[in-house]
């Protein structure tokens, strides 16, 4: 089979998205399938000279970003000629909305192959500029029912989606829900984990992590002053903070100060320093404004991380409370400081969340998710075999 997917970006940049088709495509090639991916040449602040090239046996094609509008949506128009010139049997489209979305989908109606399509929770708008909204309420209310109607499937990543995409156009008849999964890695134990000691952290010290963009959705700068509060009072916890920079990175460090119980560390890419950085953790944060359906709550999971989430979006439906972690609600810095210390503080509450999110974990297994996935392009080519 041979697979076109199409997404922002994708490997070297770290992006949510891009990850998710990483994951499905290199899992293809190694079942034998062609797998391609078109995405921008924009790294979000530059451009990738590398135009084409493969990564883990996926054949990657890099288009020319004309402009980005509102720092998300990118306009890379040459996507459409080479999905026409590719002769695919499926097209894979990520994130509702943008135009390489529509793109994709006129190439599919053109050579008359199926286009799937995977939303990845977009449905909020807060924390967008004001070009951004206006940019949204058109596009939302002009291409994108365009874009449902010339699409197979339409895979949602949470149930909470599922009338968010009726309002736009989308047929509930075509909606398949499939959970953001993540790599079977995270499930083994790290013999031997240096992280503690590579970034001067007791041994016996406590670890809150977040580990993500330091942008401003993420509420970074909330959890790091609830952590200012926590350590007023006592000086047993560590704070970290992972990610590349979005324009908070600064705001943090100057809410940390000096304190050498703050740790913002440079992004990780090796996914053995990831998983380390999981499994030396006492638990995980992510306060978010928004979020489809983290990545990073499905790693943290694995990793027998309890969590302090916001129950935002997608999020309720895969963690529940007090069995997965600590709801907080979004700018609740007292909630924040208290939810963190409640769970370092009772070890029974802490080892059944682990115990529990060991177990939750197995059923987000990549190989499991890209295998649900294949089955919905095997339905729709099926199904175009029999018109």
Same mark, same amino acid.
């Given at each position: 089979?041979?697979?076109?997917?199409?997404?922002?970006?994708?490997?070297?940049?770290?992006?949510?998205?891009?990850?998710?088709?990483?994951?499905?495509?290199?899992?293809?090639?190694?079942?034998?399938?062609?797998?391609?991916?078109?995405?921008?040449?924009?790294?979000?602040?530059?451009?990738?000279?590398?135009?084409?090239?493969?990564?883990?046996?996926?054949?990657?094609?890099?288009?020319?970003?004309?402009?980005?509008?509102?720092?998300?949506?990118?306009?890379?128009?040459?996507?459409?000629?080479?999905?026409?010139?590719?002769?695919?049997?499926?097209?894979?489209?990520?994130?509702?909305?943008?135009?390489?979305?529509?793109?994709?989908?006129?190439?599919?109606?053109?050579?008359?192959?199926?286009?799937?399509?995977?939303?990845?929770?977009?449905?909020?708008?807060?924390?967008?500029?004001?070009?951004?909204?206006?940019?949204?309420?058109?596009?939302?209310?002009?291409?994108?029912?365009?874009?449902?109607?010339?699409?197979?499937?339409?895979?949602?990543?949470?149930?909470?989606?599922?009338?968010?995409?009726?309002?736009?156009?989308?047929?509930?008849?075509?909606?398949?829900?499939?959970?953001?999964?993540?790599?079977?890695?995270?499930?083994?134990?790290?013999?031997?984990?240096?992280?503690?000691?590579?970034?001067?952290?007791?041994?016996?010290?406590?670890?809150?992590?977040?580990? =993500?963009?330091?942008?401003?959705?993420?509420? /970074? !700068?909330? @959890? *790091?002053? %609830?952590?200012?509060? #926590?350590?007023?009072?006592? +000086?047993?916890?560590?704070?970290?903070?992972?990610?590349?920079?979005?324009?908070?990175?600064?705001?943090?460090?100057?809410?940390?100060?000096?304190?050498?119980?703050?740790?913002?560390?440079?992004?990780?890419?090796?996914?053995?320093?990831?998983?380390?950085?999981?499994?030396?953790?006492?638990?995980?944060?992510?306060?978010?404004?928004?979020?489809?359906?983290?990545?990073?709550?499905?790693?943290?999971?694995?990793?027998?991380?309890?969590?302090?989430?916001?129950?935002?979006?997608?999020?309720?439906?895969?963690?529940?409370?007090?069995?997965? =972690?600590?709801?907080?609600?979004?700018?609740? /810095? !007292?909630? @924040? *400081?208290? %939810?963190?210390?409640? #769970?370092?503080?009772?070890? +029974?509450?802490?080892?059944?969340?682990?115990?529990?999110?060991?177990?939750?974990?197995?059923?987000?297994?990549?190989?499991?998710?890209?295998?649900?996935?294949?089955?919905?392009?095997?339905?729709?080519?099926?199904?175009?075999?029999?018109?």
């Amino acid at each position: 089979m041979k697979i076109a997917f199409t997404q922002a970006y994708y490997l070297p940049v770290i992006d949510g998205p891009g990850q998710v088709v990483h994951e499905l495509a290199m899992r293809y090639v190694k079942e034998g399938h062609d797998a391609h991916v078109f995405c921008s040449d924009s790294d979000k602040y530059g451009t990738i000279e590398k135009k084409e090239e493969v990564i883990d046996g996926v054949k990657v094609h890099r288009c020319k970003n004309w402009f980005t509008i509102a720092n998300f949506a990118t306009f890379w128009p040459s996507v459409l000629p080479k999905l026409l010139k590719g002769n695919f049997d499926i097209i894979h489209s990520h994130v509702s909305g943008h135009s390489y979305v529509l793109f994709s989908a006129i190439a599919s109606r053109i050579k008359k192959v199926p286009h799937i399509h995977t939303t990845h929770c977009c449905w909020t708008s807060g924390y967008r500029s004001f070009g951004g909204k206006v940019a949204v309420w058109i596009v939302y209310r002009t291409f994108l029912p365009w874009m449902f109607k010339w699409t197979d499937r339409i895979i949602a990543i949470t149930p909470w989606e599922i009338n968010e995409i009726q309002k736009r156009g989308g047929k509930k008849e075509k909606i398949r829900v499939i959970p953001n999964g993540m790599n079977e890695i995270f499930f083994k134990k790290i013999k031997k984990n240096n992280f503690r000691k590579e970034h001067d952290i007791p041994p016996k010290a406590k670890i809150a992590l977040f580990f =993500g963009r330091l942008n401003p959705t993420k509420g /970074v !700068d909330k @959890l *790091a002053l %609830a952590e200012k509060e #926590i350590l007023k009072t006592r +000086k047993d916890i560590h704070f970290v903070f992972v990610g590349p920079d979005e324009g908070m990175l600064q705001p943090l460090k100057e809410i940390a100060g000096n304190d050498k119980n703050f740790h913002i560390l440079e992004p990780i890419r090796n996914r053995k320093k990831i998983a380390e950085m999981y499994q030396a953790a006492d638990l995980y944060c992510l306060p978010s404004y928004r979020e489809g359906l983290p990545l990073t709550m499905f790693e943290a999971m694995a990793s027998g991380n309890p969590l302090v989430m916001t129950p935002v979006n997608g999020v309720p439906y895969e963690m529940k409370e007090p069995e997965n =972690g600590l709801f907080v609600k979004y700018g609740d /810095v !007292d909630g @924040l *400081a208290k %939810a963190i210390t409640r #769970i370092i503080d009772d070890k +029974k509450l802490a080892a059944g969340m682990r115990k529990n999110n060991l177990k939750r974990a197995k059923q987000y297994d990549w190989n499991l998710i890209a295998k649900r996935i294949m089955e919905i392009y095997k339905e729709v080519l099926g199904a175009k075999a029999k018109r």
